[in-house]
């Protein structure tokens, strides 16, 4: 039987001796990485983003010192070595990955610092609430320039990439200008979420008014930005469809707003003693916010006058209970001491002239 297809005794002992190294060295990476996070964390009690690292980065970190381990290993071994090259090649190529998952765990870790350190939870979120949309959009933009990268460096590993890259450029025309106006869609709503990190036209949990509906931003993912309607439907918009119509933010540069109540009142009613009233039901509301409280004579017809009741809250939701619990107080106090005063219809009777028969 001819055995000269297979490998010598030495040869084999040369493999097993690189194999034994590389997970000697992989073994010891894992300890000088597990002894390192553990020194890290205790070094980073106050450091937010370095103690988020530490916990959401810790199995991709690992795998990064694993394989860079084996990688110094199969750099050292003899150029004998059995099988060096496609492991040597197997291996470089894990290490991309792993450093690609890495920088996407960092990504998030950055992301999950900013949102902890400016919690969108207290009373006057505006700054809070612009870091966090940032952040989204921004974050969302690496992982995604993070994975190209990866990609791009896998790709340049691979033998022949860039004779394939010049046959793809060389017909590049016609295939370039269709993916170009394929990809339009994708490319306009990449660079709007540029455009809304930046200049903020929106931001999360403000309150829009757009096509006709009132809502507040639930999300603004790569594409599209979903709005949580008042009646809990969504509606879901393009991000491209912000940047090119107009829409109402109402907690664009503060959360508070005003609010009125019109009512419809016979000429004949006491406006001061109403406002009296307006303005004591103000004060004993903790849905005012203690700005506003005003009361006009806005409008007269031949039957009835209006009256605006103006009133100021810190946000839109209060504004609107605000106005209801007004109009059903001032409805019931009008009722109750100025009945005559609600809206009515007059009527002129004239007396017929008596005819005197003769």
Not at 146 to 151: D, H, M, V
Request: glycine share 6%; proline share 5%; net charge positive.
């Amino acid at each position: 039987m001819n055995l000269s297809i297979f490998p010598d005794l030495e040869y084999l002992r040369l493999g097993l001796y690189v194999l034994g190294a590389a997970l000697l060295a992989a073994l010891l990476a894992v300890v000088v990485h597990h002894a390192g996070i553990a020194l890290l964390r205790r070094l980073s009690a106050n450091r937010p983003f370095v103690n988020n690292l530490s916990f959401m980065a810790y199995r991709a970190s690992r795998m990064c010192l694993v394989l860079f381990a084996v990688r110094l290993v199969l750099t050292g071994a003899p150029d004998d070595t059995p099988w060096l090259a496609p492991l040597s090649y197997l291996s470089s190529v894990a290490l991309i990955i792993a450093l690609t998952w890495l920088a996407m765990q960092a990504i998030t870790a950055f992301g999950a610092t900013v949102t902890q350190l400016n919690p969108a939870t207290v009373a006057d979120n505006l700054k809070a609430r612009r870091l966090l949309t940032q952040t989204r959009v921004l974050t969302r933009s690496a992982y995604f320039i993070a994975a190209l990268l990866g990609l791009a460096f896998v790709l340049l590993t691979l033998p022949g990439a860039r004779q394939f890259g010049a046959s793809l450029l060389a017909s590049a025309g016609v295939a370039g200008l269709v993916a170009g106006i394929a990809a339009r869609p994708v490319l306009g709503n990449f660079i709007a979420g540029m455009q809304i990190a930046f200049s903020q036209p929106i931001r999360i949990d403000d309150v829009l008014i757009v096509q006709g509906e009132w809502g507040r931003v639930e999300e603004i993912t790569g594409a599209f930005v979903v709005i949580r309607i008042w009646d809990e439907r969504r509606l879901i918009v393009p991000l491209q469809w912000f940047i090119e119509n107009p829409f109402e933010n109402w907690t664009h540069t503060s959360s508070t707003i005003l609010g009125t109540v019109f009512l419809w009142l016979d000429f004949g009613v006491p406006v001061p003693a109403i406002r009296t009233e307006f303005e004591r039901i103000c004060k004993q509301s903790p849905l005012w916010d203690g700005r506003v409280c005003v009361l006009h004579v806005t409008d007269a017809n031949d039957r009835a006058m209006q009256l605006r009741l103006l009133v100021s809250a810190r946000d839109s939701g209060s504004a609107f209970d605000l106005r209801c619990a007004i109009r059903e107080a001032m409805l019931g106090f009008i009722a109750r001491d100025y009945p005559e005063s609600l809206p009515r219809l007059r009527a002129a009777l004239d007396r017929e002239p008596v005819q005197v028969v003769e």
